[in-house]
């Protein structure tokens, strides 16, 4: 139910004193609502980001600037209020205040252009159907944020220190995702894990 189209410049983006510009016109993408779990990663990828210019160029070249799509130029100080506002979320989500999570949220979500709203012909079934469209990247990434909160819960890696989300989903999916699950990856596990036999060795076998 959430649609958006992209708009992405052909040639990527360039940083030039903390400002973001587009290296060619921007380019539309169809109008998509993606399936879950891809939507869901794009948010945590973002969540996850240090914003460095490297960083905000990679997943700009990827997705577009945030703001106003007919923008050709972005500040990466407002990336950096946006993923440490939706990271702030998450997190405190992770620490279990779910009462803090919605009134940041709340605040998050004010800052944004919004969404239209409307019933629409359905392309594959007859009869229309209920689509948010977002007026930017980042009302998209704020929205697609709000929807999996109500479904699932925020992790935080005990190995990497990553934000992830857990439980909720149906059949295969929430089997792979428990609401206990402890680390983001298998390999963050793994590592975990052979560091803890690692040092119980030490401590059994101490070096003469
Ligand atoms: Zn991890």
């Not at 004010?110 to 209920?130: D, H, I």
């Not at 005990?158 to 857990?166: D, T």
Request: charge should be positive; glycine fraction near 8%; charged fraction near 25%.
């Amino acid at each position: 139910m959430i649609w958006f189209t992209w708009q992405i410049s052909g040639s990527g983006y360039r940083c030039v004193d903390g400002v973001l510009y587009a290296n060619s016109a921007t380019k539309a993408q169809a109008l998509a609502c993606l399936r879950e779990e891809f939507a869901e990663s794009i948010c945590l990828e973002f969540a996850n980001l240090d914003c460095t210019p490297e960083q905000v160029l990679e997943f700009a070249g990827r997705f577009g600037l945030l703001k106003d799509p007919s923008d050709q130029a972005e500040s990466i100080a407002t990336w950096e209020q946006e993923v440490t506002s939706i990271r702030a979320v998450l997190s405190i989500s992770a620490s279990g205040d779910a009462e803090h999570a919605t009134t940041k949220y709340a605040e998050g979500w004010s800052r944004q252009s919004g969404v239209e709203a409307s019933y629409s012909p359905n392309a594959y079934k007859s009869g229309l159907e209920f689509r948010c469209v977002p007026r930017d990247f980042s009302s998209w990434l704020w929205l697609q944020v709000g929807q999996t909160l109500r479904d699932r819960k925020v992790g935080r890696c005990k190995q990497c220190n990553v934000l992830f989300f857990k439980g909720g989903g149906k059949g295969r999916r929430r089997a792979q995702s428990r609401s206990t699950k402890q680390f983001c990856t298998i390999e963050c596990k793994v590592t975990f894990n052979n560091s803890l036999s690692k040092e119980r060795r030490q401590s059994i076998s101490p070096v003469s």
